[in-house]
């Protein structure tokens, strides 16, 4: 055997172990070029209690001076969602958000929402209890020079979920919204956003629902071999008698049985065999991370903590393609003592 073929065939078999390592480490996470920060927010935006007539028009033109001075927490308790809306969309909008998951949104509370942030922005969703209007939507909200949707879908969280139905036990009929994104400049990096809102009564709808939406997000992180995120408000503390549905969709729990037709078609056998997804307040630097922890305060004032917990989230998938830069729990009230929520708003700046 001459040097020269040895040499040859250690260089071969170099070369192969290179590619193999390769290919091994982007099965794993996925190397973004050029990343784009993106700011991310999710708001429960308490649902339209107190329907009027009232236009966003005639909202505006309600306006007090701004020069003015209004007393000081004058007001207190719920507000309507004629008051409320124009709160919420200055502060989003002011904080230069470009990815938007809301829940508890009456078809109104859409439409408004639409009509204040623009022609700039687009949305998707479907009220929960029929598909199309009826019930609570959980859109998405998306800035179209910034991203552009490529698809979208829904799926409802319980025992059947290709149709509008409710888990049995649970209060309410509860969906996901999924949609594929595409940035719009650069490298055009594609990702995927799952925005729900899980169940106030049923802990088992909750665990359902969070091992239905692990089930579909690491089937997009290995599809699409790209970012994955999920937002929302789980309404399951991340600690805790009712973390049942964190822990699942955080890795600490195993997923509980979901419907087997749903399992099927998102099954990627033994790929991304780890997959969970990571909370973006424990992801970002920790002098980027804000002070305020609740995000969920109620209605009672700043003087009531006893309901205050954090039960909202953004997460991003572990196989990576993303680096959190900062989180934040924004603030519902205003000086005048109004409560744009009952939630509070929070933000994450993610790389991508």
């Not at 594609?190 to 049923?202: A, G, I, P």
């Not at 009712?242 to 979901?258: E, F, L, Q, R």
């Amino acid at each position: 055997m001459s040097a020269r073929w040895f040499r040859s065939f250690a260089l071969n078999v170099i070369l192969l172990l290179h590619f193999a390592l390769v290919s091994v480490s982007q099965d794993m996470h996925i190397d973004s070029l050029d990343p784009t920060t993106l700011r991310f927010s999710t708001y429960n935006l308490r649902y339209d209690s107190m329907p009027d007539n009232i236009t966003v028009s005639e909202s505006i033109s309600a306006l007090g001076n701004p020069l003015t001075q209004e007393t000081f927490l004058g007001l207190s308790g719920e507000q309507p969602w004629s008051t409320r809306r124009l709160r919420v969309a200055e502060h989003l909008l002011s904080e230069g958000i470009v990815i938007a998951g809301f829940q508890e949104a009456l078809v109104r509370q859409v439409t408004d929402l639409a009509e204040l942030f623009g022609d700039d922005w687009g949305w998707i969703g479907v009220g929960r209890d029929d598909g199309v209007e009826a019930g609570e939507y959980s859109p998405l909200f998306y800035k179209k020079s910034a991203v552009k949707l490529l698809s979208n879908d829904t799926f409802w969280l319980s025992l059947t979920p290709f149709e509008p139905s409710k888990y049995p036990g649970a209060g309410s009929f509860r969906l996901c919204t999924a949609a594929h994104f595409s940035l719009t400049t650069g490298a055009q990096t594609k990702f995927t956003v799952l925005n729900t809102h899980l169940d106030d009564q049923s802990d088992m709808q909750r665990q359902v629902g969070a091992s239905l939406i692990l089930t579909r997000a690491r089937y997009e992180a290995v599809q699409s071999r790209s970012p994955v995120f999920v937002s929302g408000d789980f309404n399951s503390p991340s600690t805790g008698n009712s973390s049942g549905a964190y822990n699942i969709i955080t890795g600490a729990s195993a997923p509980v049985a979901i419907n087997a037709t749903f399992a099927a078609k998102y099954n990627v056998g033994n790929q991304l065999r780890d997959f969970k997804m990571l909370d973006f307040r424990g992801q970002a630097p920790r002098q980027s991370v804000s002070n305020n922890f609740a995000t969920y305060t109620g209605f009672n004032g700043p003087s009531d903590t006893s309901v205050w917990e954090r039960i909202d989230f953004i997460f991003g998938g572990n196989n990576l393609g993303w680096t959190s830069e900062a989180y934040k729990v924004g603030s519902s009230l205003s000086d005048d003592g109004t409560l744009a929520s009952d939630h509070r708003p929070v933000f994450a700046d993610v790389a991508i």
